[in-house]
């Protein structure tokens, strides 16, 4: 089986030093794959906190040149911004035919006591099966990758909405959860470009004549646990911001009067992760969609994005 790792950085490619300071090293992140023919590329290596679009069309390009020669391809990553990473790419490429695995660590590979190593053994039994789509292996759980949350702080460990991963590797069998048929209706992108995003999290008395939106493309915004928000100071920000405003992070189990309460300015999309939802936008202004086809396209289950 011709398997691609590409490594792009992150804790996984990192060493500790004797101050105990991780950096990243190139060196530290060589992994053997028994019973693989493997190649090995490095578009770039960064640690994921400083990563931006330049990179992720760097991925997204050196995943198309290298996907005609591969049976499966294993991507390692640093964790901060994983799911961003992981979401962009599932959407960019499209319907993806043959298994491409991020994975991850919380500790160099030198150490023993790294979670990397049977997320790395989790994503190579994975891989086996064939099964297309874009994923993230982390310990023995393998998740959608447009489904998983960011970690939580001072925590280690990836969640899924509602905890619904694909599969779990347990001994050297996987044994899936689920399957998604990918829709392939939009083909691979060819490069992505950046586009302007405003990204806001609500927070008790928050100042909306604080943000100037002038020149942005979108604004997402975040809601509360229970998928809402101030809907007053909301609803008169969005009449006044002059691009389109989306809400994510509800859900529709629960429809409190403040949610049923937005204007029609504030376009709420719901069972939908955060880091799913930016991507999708970034991903469906670079295909150069605006207005209705825009929306449609947010809307749309191309991936098991949409998990209810």
């Known amino acids: 089986m011709r ?15 004797a101050d105990g300071v991780i950096t990243l090293d190139e060196n530290s992140s060589v992994v053997h794959f028994a019973g693989f023919d493997v190649k090995t590329v490095t578009p ?6 400083r990563l931006g679009i330049e990179h992720y069309d760097a991925l997204l390009r050196c995943v198309l040149e290298e996907k005609g020669d ?5 991507i390692t990553h640093g964790s901060d911004t994983l799911p961003y990473t992981a979401s962009i790419l599932a959407f960019a490429l499209g319907k993806v035919d043959i298994p491409v695995v991020f994975v991850c660590s ?40 447009v489904r998983l ?33 990918q829709s392939g209706e939009f083909p691979p992108l ?15 008395d928050i100042d909306y004549a604080s943000f100037d939106v002038s020149g942005y493309d979108c604004v997402l915004h975040d809601s509360y646990h229970s998928g809402t928000a101030d809907e007053r100071k909301l609803n008169e920000f969005a009449e006044k911001c002059g691009c389109p405003l989306y809400l994510v992070g509800g859900s529709n189990g629960r429809v409190y009067s403040s949610k049923a309460g937005f204007s029609s300015q504030v376009d709420f999309i719901d069972n939908i992760t955060q880091p799913a939802m930016y991507a999708k936008l970034v991903v469906g202004l670079n295909r150069g969609l605006k207005g209705k086809e825009l929306d449609d396209y947010l809307k749309n289950n191309l991936c098991g994005e949409i998990f209810a």
Do not use: N, W
Not at 3 to 17: F, M, N, P, Q, S
């Open 70 to 74: 591969a049976d499966a391809m294993i």
């Open 106 to 145: 919380d500790k160099p590979l030198s150490d023993p006591m790294a979670s990397g190593h049977q997320s790395l053994f989790s994503a190579a039994a994975f891989v086996k099966t064939g099964e297309g789509g874009v994923y993230v292996a982390d310990g023995r759980d393998i998740h959608f990758a």
């Open 3 to 17: 398997l691609t790792v590409i490594r792009t950085g992150g804790t996984i490619g990192c060493a500790k030093g």
């Open 190 to 204: 060819e490069r992505l470009e950046a586009k302007r995003i405003l990204y806001m999290k609500p927070y008790p």
């Open 44 to 49: 770039f290596y960064e640690l994921s906190e």
């Open 149 to 181: 949350l960011e970690e939580r702080a001072y925590e280690e460990g990836f969640f899924s909405a509602y905890d619904s991963v694909c599969a779990r590797v347990v001994g050297l069998k996987v044994k899936f959860a689920e399957h998604i048929e």
